[in-house]
């Protein structure tokens, strides 16, 4: 009897009505609005609790493991799903692991999630699950996930397009979920790629801004479009004192700055840089290219330098 009593002490009786429905909603507010079987176990809704509250229409099975209390799933609730349903030991990776982390102007059409080879795994319609040896570790509290820096490695790898790539590579530094010279670091380790050139430049953009942008990047360009090798880092006196100029023709008074990562660290500024050198491009002296522009649309700003130059030296 004693040993039935000590079992009654630790396991809690199962609530009814409204009083377990307040709790679910309780433990779903910290998943976005889902709530693991398991930890409804633990406050003593089993499953046949469950089943008359899904079968009443009150809460919606979403899976295994999964169920769900709100009627529409949030982005975050759908991440904590991903996690739970793809099998013991996931986490999300990539571009999901960055959207879980706060990253904001970009979402997944998929979710990635990461998880042990050697684990059984459940397939899931728009998760794509990575299964490899030795997953990278979970990092952080609340939902598990990798840490950002190879998260944002990874989400740029997996991209289907190198702009896509360098979004996200610019946002997470944009919006300081990650530190340059960390990103940095951890790309060095980093020894297969399939972007591996590109990455190179992007990352190095990112963190190191203008600098990146060798003299021998742009002038490659400029001979690509038969314009005159410029001068680089020709002086000019300012209001301030010298001033360097990026890249200069002094013969016809063009100037080329290049907006390193602190200045354009996402992709609108590259779209509002394009129209506004249309505008420049017209009769203006002046032409700005941010320096992630240079490598995803080199193409564009440098037909609008070679125009440029054509109208500022007609005669």
Not at 136 to 162: C, F, N
Not at 186 to 209: E, H, K, M, Q, Y
Not at 220 to 230: D, E, I, S, V, W
Request: aromatic share 6%.
């Amino acid at each position: 009897m004693a040993g039935k009593d000590a079992a009654r002490a630790v396991t809690p009786s199962c609530p009814v009505g409204a009083g377990r429905r307040a709790l679910a909603t309780r433990l779903a507010a910290d998943h976005g609005g889902v709530v693991h079987r398991r930890e409804l176990a633990r406050y003593g809704v089993g499953r046949n609790a469950i089943r008359d509250e899904i079968a009443a229409g009150r809460w919606i099975r979403a899976g295994r493991h999964t169920v769900a209390i709100d009627a529409v799933l949030s982005r975050e609730a759908w991440h904590w799903w991903a996690v739970w349903e793809s099998g013991a030991g996931a986490r999300l990776d990539g571009a999901s692991a960055l959207e879980s982390a706060g990253m904001t102007g970009f979402t997944a059409r998929t979710i990635e999630v990461t998880l042990p080879a050697r684990n059984r795994h459940h397939p899931l319609e728009g998760v794509r699950q990575h299964r490899v040896d030795e997953p990278p570790p979970i990092w952080g509290a609340g939902i598990p996930r990798i840490a950002l820096e190879p998260a944002t490695i990874r989400a740029a790898q997996w991209a289907v397009s190198d702009r896509q790539a360098a979004l996200l590579v610019c946002l997470p530094v944009q919006q300081r979920l990650i530190l340059p010279a960390r990103l940095q670091l951890t790309w060095r380790g980093i020894r297969r790629s399939p972007r591996r050139r590109f990455l190179n430049d992007v990352i190095a953009d990112v963190t190191d801004g203008a600098h990146s942008l060798g003299e021998l990047d742009f002038t490659r360009g400029t001979r690509r479009y038969g314009l005159p090798r410029p001068t680089h880092q020709a002086v000019r006196s300012g209001p301030g004192g010298r001033v360097y100029l990026d890249i200069s023709w002094d013969e016809v008074g063009l100037v080329v700055e290049i907006d390193g990562g602190q200045h354009a660290l996402a992709l609108n500024p590259v779209e509002d840089a394009l129209r506004q050198n249309e505008r420049v491009a017209e009769g203006e002296r002046v032409l700005r290219i941010p320096v992630i522009g240079f490598r995803i649309a080199q193409e564009r700003f440098m037909q609008q330098v070679r125009r440029t130059y054509d109208a500022v030296a007609r005669p």
